[in-house]
Structure formats: C-alpha cells, structure tokens
C-alpha cells in the first residue's frame, strides 16, 4: 500500500462506521414504528341515550375578601342640648324616646321678663331712630349742627343695638333641636329652674349608625377611607348592609395590636340600634 493510500484510509474508516450508526438507529426506528400500540378494552354503553348539559367556565377576574370580625353599633352623633338662659322651664314640647326634627322645639322658658325688656328696648329704639331722622332734617336746614346730629346718631345706634339683645335673649329662651334624632334623656322637668349652660336634652341621631370594628394590624393596611363594607348582624340574620369606611384610626392600640375603624351605614328603616353585636 503506498503512503498516499494509508493516509486516506483513516477517514474513510471514520465515514463508514457513521454510515452504519445511521443504518442501525433508521432500522430500530422503523421496528418501533410497526410495533402495536397497547389497547384497552373500554366498557360499552348499553343504556338508553343521555342529555348532557355543557356549561361554559368562565375564570372570576377578582375574588372579594371575607375578614369576619366581632363589630360594635354606636349612635353616629351624641349631642348635649344646653340652655343658653337662666330662668324657670315654663313648657316642655318632647318627652323622652320621642323623634325630634332639627329646629324643633323641646322646652321653653318663662318669657314675662324678657318680653318686657324686649318691648322696652324696641320703644327706646323707635323713638331714637325718628329723633335721628328729625335731627338729619333739621342739619339740612342748618338749625343744628353736625356735632349734635352726631350724638343723636350715635344714641339711636346704641338703641338698636339694645333692641337685637333683647330680642335674641327673647329667642333663646326657646330650646330647639340642634340635628333630627331621638331625644334619649330630658334631664329638667318644667316648674325647674335651670342656669345658663346646664345640658336639658340629650339627642341621638339614629338616621346613621356606625359600625365600630378593631381590625388586626396584619388586614388594615387593605382599607381606605371611603371602601364600601358588606355587614351581617347576628340579630338581623339573612340581612346583609353596606355602609362606608369613614373613620380609619391613625394610633393602634399597642395592648391588642388593632386599629379601630368606623362604617357608616345608613339606619333610615330603624333596623339597627346602639349596642348590637
């Protein structure tokens, strides 16, 4: 053999034993191939035919949260109803438990001598008034001079004046509801004489309740003001409410790690009342 062909020979033994790989790997392919496939034996209907019913999946874009929690119900507002006058409760227009309007009237005072002072000033301020338009008429004429209308101006000032204090003294003798409610306690009876500043009435507004709730320092960070609440009560049951978040703590309570939390829900159907669970 010359040299020539011993070098050759090498890559022609290289290209041989690949061509027999690929022989043997198609020739163990196609034996798999036309081996059976396994079969089952699968069991036949021999019922009469079924309607199914296909009903379409559809993926919920957003779950809602459910955090239950033990909640409180307390009035929306507490008002204290002062009386701005002493003097003798002459008359009483609302007793406890009853529905009072804003602006309406829950007692009255002995008026004699606010009505005297009253009529008192207005005569006063009557009569100053046409003195000082007498006297302007005068000062055009040049009669009197502008010093002397001015002390004339100024009393009929001080006049009126008088007369709006009266008359506002008159006005507050009358004790009126400050916001609609439920006048839950009337403190003085009539015949009772009472002192500038002593509270008469207390009203409870009850159009609007607040759910008080201590949330877990893990779950407040997922509400904000103005989220609106679903609501059960143990005692409404079946009744589902929604109220508003409108009150959100910015201090936890370090002794339970809560915030406390107040919903609004609205209690015109007077269903709900302070205390509930």
């Not at 005068?138 to 101006?153: A, H, T, Y």
């Amino acid at each position: 053999m010359s040299s020539s062909s011993r070098a050759r020979w090498p890559r022609i033994r290289k290209a041989l034993i690949s061509a027999l790989i690929l022989v043997a790997a198609a020739a163990v392919m196609v034996t798999v191939a036309r081996m059976p496939g396994r079969t089952e034996d699968l069991p036949t209907w021999q019922g009469p035919p079924v309607n199914v019913e296909v009903l379409r999946v559809e993926a919920i874009a957003r779950m809602p949260d459910l955090l239950e929690l033990p909640a409180t119900l307390e009035p929306n507002r507490v008002v204290q109803v002062p009386v701005e006058l002493a003097g003798k409760i002459e008359e009483i227009f609302v007793e406890e438990g009853e529905e009072v309007n804003k602006g309406q009237v829950i007692l009255r005072l002995d008026t004699a001598l606010l009505e005297a002072e009253f009529k008192r000033a207005k005569a006063q301020a009557e009569f100053d008034k046409r003195t000082r338009d007498r006297s302007m008429e005068l000062l055009e004429k040049g009669v009197l001079n502008r010093s002397q209308v001015e002390e004339v101006e100024a009393r009929a000032t001080i006049s009126a004046v008088a007369l709006d204090v009266a008359q506002t003294k008159l006005e507050r003798a009358t004790v009126k509801a400050p916001l609609s409610g439920v006048l839950n306690v009337r403190s003085h009876e009539a015949g009772e004489y009472v002192s500038a500043g002593d509270t008469v009435a207390e009203i409870v507004e009850v159009a609007t309740i607040k759910v008080v709730v201590q949330i877990p320092e893990r779950d407040v960070r997922y509400l904000s003001l103005g989220d609106k609440i679903e609501l059960s009560v143990d005692s409404l049951p079946g009744a589902k409410l929604s109220g508003k978040v409108t009150y959100l703590s910015e201090v936890a309570d370090i002794s339970t790690r809560t915030t406390r939390i107040e919903v609004t829900v609205d209690n015109s159907r007077r269903q709900l009342h302070t205390g509930m669970i």
